[in-house]
C-alpha cells in the first residue's frame, strides 16, 4: 500500500492545493461564495471516488455536505467528520508565501487549512479512492459528513445530526482535526473540556464620578466588581464557587497514566511562556490541570479611565469576560446557575450584577479501551512503528460530545498534524511524511476493521 | 459703593467680554499664542486700574504675571493669586451659545471661563479700580501673581513661588476659585485634601496564552492584580495599607461641626446620582467621608480582551489606575512608598509589579478663627446678610497648599461662583448677583484690613 501511495503522492498534491487555492474563509461575509464554492469542489471530489447520495444541504450559513457508500454487508459503518472551511489569514504580512497560493518546501505544504481541516479530510478521499481501485470494492461503509462552519463555531450542524441520527447513525465517528504528540509519535485523544464563557457587568452610579467630590462615600464599580472577581478561587487554587465541582470526577488511576505518560516538559514551558512558575490547583500536576481538571478564568476586564495619562474619576461601570472549562459530567447550564448564584451573594452594597451566556459546550470523555479506538492504535503502530498515546485535551470541540452524545458512538481522534504547524496563524503547513502516513493509517484501519 | 459698582457694572461686563473672547486653552498647543494673548490683555488692564512693576514673566510654558502697588504704608498686604487659562471647550455641540462669544442671559454671562477663574479673578481688577477712583489709594497693599497653567497642573508656577518668596511675602493670599455653598450662602473653603496618583501594572508571561492549553496552570494577570487590588479595604471601608493612616488627624469636634453645617442631603444625592447607597469608612458621615477623611480609590482597570465577544486568553497584562485623596499631615511620597510596599507584599505567585508615580499634592487645612479668614467673613457678612460657612474641600488646588507652606501665609479662598456654573463643562457661565456682590465684598474686605 505504502509504494502505491508513493506512486500517487505527486497527483494527491495537486488536487489538494487546488482546494486549498479557494479561500473559504467562513467568518468573513465577503467569502460565502468560496465557502460554496470550496463545499462543491469536494461534492465533485466525493462523487470521483465513488461516493453515492452526495448532498449539499444548504443551512442559514454555509453548507454541510452528505456522502455515503454502503455496500460492504455486515460489516461497520464508519462516519467521517471534518470541514472545508478555514481561518481568517491575518496578518498578511508574516506569511512567506500568500496563503492561498499552496507551496511546497522542507517537504511540508504550505496554505492556510494544509493542516486544520482540509489537508487531514483529504486524507480519507485518497484513502478510500486507493483502495476502491486496488480491490473493486470497500472493506466498510463509509458515511461522509462535512461542514464549512467548524471555524465559527458550527451553529448549523448539531440541529441537523438531532434531525438525521438514523442517517448518520454509525459504529464510530472518526475525525482527523488534531495532532501527533510530536514527529513520529501518534496520539489518539480521548477527552476533550467543554466549555462555558459569560460576560459580568457591574454598574454602581449613572456617570462617572470626580473622586475630589465625592471620592470615600460612594461605591465604586471597579472596587465592586473586583471584590466579586477575588471570591472565585481560594487559597488552594479551587474554585469557590458552591456545587461548581458537581459531576467532576476524581481522575481515574489509569487516566492519571494517560496523562503523565504525555510528554510535558515543565522547565521548557516556564521558559518559552515567560512564566516564573506553574499556579494552579493544589494536588495536581500542571498536565493535569490543563487536561482532566476544570478551570474558571478571567480573560478580561475593564472599567473606568485606562488611557494614557490619569483622570481622577470614580468608575460607574465595569465588566468582566469570564470561561470555564469543563470536564467529567459537568454541564454548563448547572454551572452557569452556580455562577450566578454565587455573584449575587458575593456582591457588594450599591453593585447593580448582570450575567449572561455566552458560549456553552459539554465535556466529552472517550474509553482508550473502546474497541474501534483500540484498531485505530493498531493501524497506527503498524505504519508508524509505536501505539499512539491517549492525550486528554484542554480546549473544547464541542462538536465531538454532540456526535458523542446524539449518535451514541465512540469518536476516534485520529490526528495526523503536528502541534506546530501554525493553525490560525500566519505560515500554515502540514508535513508531506504525515500527509502519506495519514492516507496508509487509514487504510489499514478500513481493513483491521 | 454698592451703587457706585450698580453705575460701572455694564462697562467692567464690557471689558470682562474681551478677556472671555481669548480662547486661552492652556492644554492645547494650537492657543499657545492665545494664552500669551490674555496675559497681555491683563498685563495691561492693570497698568489702566494704577498697578506697578507689572510683569509678564515667560516660563517653559505660559506666562506668569506679577504686577503690584505698595503705597499703603503700615497697612498688611495681600497677594491675589487666579489664572487666566481655561479649559477645553468639547463637545462643542453642546453649548447654547459658542464659548468664545460671551453673551448675557437671565442674569448671568456665558463663556468658557466665566466662573474658572477669569471672572472671579475679574472682580479683584475692578475692586481695585473702584477703590482707586474713589479714594485716589488703596487702604491696603497689593500683589498680583496670576498664572496661565492652572488648568494643566500649574507645572511652572511652585518653582517660580520657591525663587520668589521676598517679593511674593504677603499678610494673606485672596483666591476666588471656589464656590458659595449655595445663592445668598457665602463659603470660605478652609480644607482642601492632597492627591496621589499611581498606575500599577502586573505581567504574568511573555503573551496572551489560550485558556483551553493552558488554563488551570498558569498565572492570569488578571487574576493577580484582582488579588492585589482587593487588598487595598477591609471590610469596614477602611484602607488596609500599613501606616497609610500616618499624619491624618482624628477630626476635632469644631470641624465636624463645620462639615455639619455644610448642607448635604443625603436622599437626593442618592437619586441624582443613581447610588443605591453611600459607601465608605465605617464611623464617619458621607459629608465628613469626602471632606477630611482619606481615600484610596482604583480610578481605571484593564487587562484581556474586552472587546465584542469572546476571546478565550488567559491575559498576560493588566493594569490600574489607582489614587488617593490626603488630609492632614499625610505626605504622598510617604503614602506612595507605602502602598508600593503592600503590593509587594500581597503579590501572589508569578505576577510581575511595577508602581509608578503619577501626580503628588499635598493637603492643606486652615484654620478659620484666622483674623485674615474672620475679616473676609465680616465683608461677606456686610453684602450677603449671613456669616459664610467653612466648608471643606474633597479635591485638591495644590497650589493652595504651596503658597501657605512656601510663603507661611493664610490662604483665604473666597468664592463667588455657584456651585452649578457648569466648570469643565459646555454651558460655563457666572451669577451677575456675585459679580456685583464679589465686587462689593472684595472693596469691604480692603477697607475692613
Given amino acids: 500500500m505504502k509504494e502505491y501511495i508513493e506512486q500517487h503522492k505527486e497527483s494527491f498534491l495537486e488536487q489538494l492545493k487546488e482546494l486549498l487555492r479557494i479561500p473559504s474563509i467562513s467568518a468573513l ?33 454555509h453548507p454541510i455536505l452528505y456522502a455515503d457508500w454502503l455496500h460492504a454487508e455486515e460489516k461497520p459503518t464508519v462516519l467521517i467528520y471534518g470541514h472545508y472551511d478555514v481561518q481568517p489569514i491575518d496578518p498578511l504580512e508574516l506569511w512567506e508565501t500568500p496563503p492561498f497560493e499552496p507551496t511546497i518546501r522542507d517537504e511540508k505544504i504550505y496554505a492556510r487549512g494544509a493542516t486544520d481541516d ?10 478510500i479512492e486507493l483502495l ?23 451553529p448549523n450542524l448539531p440541529p441537523y445530526i438531532d434531525k438525521n441520527k438514523e442517517k448518520l447513525a454509525a459504529d464510530a465517528v472518526l475525525i482527523s482535526d488534531t495532532s501527533l504528540i510530536d514527529k513520529g509519535q501518534p496520539a489518539i485523544c480521548t477527552s476533550l473540556r467543554g466549555a462555558l464563557a459569560m460576560e459580568l457587568k457591574v454598574r454602581t452610579a449613572n456617570t462617572d464620578l470626580h473622586s475630589g467630590s465625592y471620592g470615600g462615600a460612594v461605591p465604586n464599580a471597579v472596587h465592586s466588581i473586583v471584590k466579586i472577581l477575588d471570591t472565585f478561587h481560594d487559597e488552594n487554587g479551587k474554585i469557590a464557587v458552591q456545587d461548581f465541582y458537581e459531576g467532576v470526577p476524581t481522575p481515574a488511576d489509569t487516566i492519571k497514566e494517560e ?4 510528554p510535558f516538559n515543565e522547565v521548557k514551558m516556564k521558559q518559552e511562556l515567560g512564566i516564573e512558575d506553574f499556579f494552579g490547583e493544589v494536588g495536581y500536576t500542571p498536565a493535569e490541570q ?45 454551572v452557569y446557575e452556580y455562577i450566578e448564584r454565587h455573584i449575587t451573594k458575593n456582591s457588594p452594597i450599591g453593585a447593580k450584577v448582570e450575567l449572561k451566556k455566552l458560549i456553552t459546550g459539554d465535556p466529552v470523555s472517550l474509553d482508550s479501551n473502546d474497541p474501534m479506538i483500540q484498531k485505530a492504535a493498531d493501524a497506527y503502530e503498524k505504519v508508524y512503528g509505536v501505539r499512539p498515546l491517549y492525550p486528554k485535551a484542554g480546549g473544547s470541540i464541542p462538536i465531538v460530545e454532540v456526535f458523542y452524545r446524539v449518535l451514541n458512538t465512540p469518536v476516534v481522534l485520529m490526528g495526523f498534524g503536528l502541534p506546530n504547524e501554525n493553525i490560525h496563524a500566519p505560515n500554515e503547513h502540514f508535513h508531506l511524511e504525515n500527509f502519506s502516513k495519514g492516507i496508509e493509517t487509514i487504510c489499514e484501519y478500513f481493513q483491521t476493521l
Fill in 259 to 262: 496523562v503523565a505518560q504525555i
Fill in 132 to 154: 476502491m481501485k486496488k480491490h473493486g470494492t470497500l472493506p466498510v461503509n463509509i458515511k461522509f459528513c462535512i461542514e464549512g462552519e467548524e471555524e465559527i463555531a458550527s
Fill in 29 to 61: 461575509p465577503e467569502h460565502k461564495e468560496d465557502v460554496q464554492a470550496a463545499a462543491s469542489w469536494l461534492a465533485k471530489s466525493l462523487e470521483d471516488i465513488g461516493m453515492e447520495n452526495i448532498e449539499i444541504i444548504q443551512t442559514k450559513g
Fill in 118 to 127: 482540509k489537508g487531514q479530510m483529504f486524507l480519507y478521499l485518497k484513502a
Fill in 290 to 334: 490543563v487536561s482532566i481538571r476544570p478551570t474558571l478564568e478571567i480573560n478580561g476586564l475593564v472599567g473606568g479611565f485606562h488611557g494614557e495619562g490619569f483622570k481622577t474619576v470614580i468608575p460607574c461601570e465595569s465588566s468582566a469576560k469570564i470561561s470555564c472549562r469543563l470536564v467529567g459530567d459537568q454541564k454548563p447550564d448547572k
